[in-house]
């Protein structure tokens, strides 16, 4: 039990899951994977298989009955990973890739009040069946913590996407928004340009209201706790980690990194925006940015509200 979490006597939380063997996955309609019914919090995911285009299998996760999912995510960028990495073994206590390319695993707490449901697709341009291995752990009526800060038993994970955004030099974009109260809790970028003078852009916050903003950054690679463009190469700590730098062959930069946000609290009461921009220095046109795997919010409603 990590410091923080539920105190509760172990009898009154019930665990529940499920494990697949074999199991086949379609491109054209989505598979259930695991259902459950009650109030809980999904604590554990772990995924396998073996074939080209595995990095973009869909994951989505519908919770208390929802039609829309409120967490679509690849299985890669949901891990943090961008451009089909392979690396592995590497992990921490959050998420981790064990093999390749898949061997994935996760520990985040996705709570749910009356039912949760998680379904499987295969991904863009796969268009065979393909076999598929899972294992979903939860436990039942388990309070969910950020940091040590004990969230309302209505919050709720929302995963935000934006994706293959394409964008001019010195241009600021939204990465993230909620209207409501809330916390980040994840944040992944995988990015495309000419070169890596893209990676010398500021992110901002604008925090309940602001009009100025509050600087997380100097530079990308400071933001995912890097310097000097990750000149010492890759690296998968619990609090952040570089999952992709090369150059392409024709000159492409890319480059993909996740940042936890679960032990640094970044919370905000009301509304907040997050900002990006392409780059201090004219570097020519940014390809493609994206952030399909968060920022995820945790946010929570006090008057009885769906959470956003």
């Given at each position: ?30 598979v259930a994977l695991f259902q459950h019914e009650g109030a809980g919090c999904l604590t554990h995911m772990w995924f396998g298989g073996d ?128 209207s409501r109260a809330g916390a980040l809790y994840q944040v992944t970028l995988a990015v495309a340009s000419k070169n890596f003078n893209f ?110």
């Open positions: 039990m990590q410091k923080g979490e539920s105190t509760l006597p172990a009898a009154i939380h019930k665990t529940f899951g499920t494990a697949g063997k074999e199991g086949l996955l379609y491109p054209d309609r989505e074939w080209p285009g595995y990095d973009r299998t869909r994951i989505r996760f519908y919770v208390d009955g929802e039609t829309k999912p409120s967490i679509d995510m690849e299985l890669f960028l949901g891990h943090g990973i961008g451009w089909g990495d392979p690396s592995a073994p590497w992990g921490s206590e959050r998420l981790g890739k064990t093999g390749h390319p898949s061997g994935l695993y996760n520990t985040y707490r996705i709570p749910f009040g009356k039912s949760i449901r998680v379904t499987g697709q295969l991904g863009a341009g796969v268009e065979k069946p393909q076999v598929f291995w899972w294992i979903i752990r939860g436990v039942e009526d388990l309070p969910v913590f950020l940091g040590n800060i004990r969230l309302p038993d209505n919050a709720r994970l929302r995963l935000q996407i934006r994706d293959n955004v394409e964008l001019e030099p010195l241009q600021f974009f939204d990465i993230c928004q909620s990676l010398e852009a500021v992110l901002r916050a604008y925090l309940d209201g602001a009009k100025e903003p509050l600087l997380l950054s100097s530079g990308t690679e400071d933001y995912f706790l890097g310097t000097y463009y990750f000149n010492r190469g890759m690296y998968h700590f619990p609090i952040a980690g570089l999952t992709h730098k090369e150059q392409d062959a024709d000159g492409t930069c890319r480059f993909s990194a996740y940042r936890s946000m679960r032990r640094i609290r970044f919370s905000f009461k009301r509304d907040f925006v997050w900002l990006g921009e392409t780059a201090k220095k004219k570097t020519g046109k940014l390809m493609e940015c994206r952030s399909r795997a968060g920022p995820r919010a945790m946010s929570g409603s006090t008057n009885g509200e769906r959470p956003c």
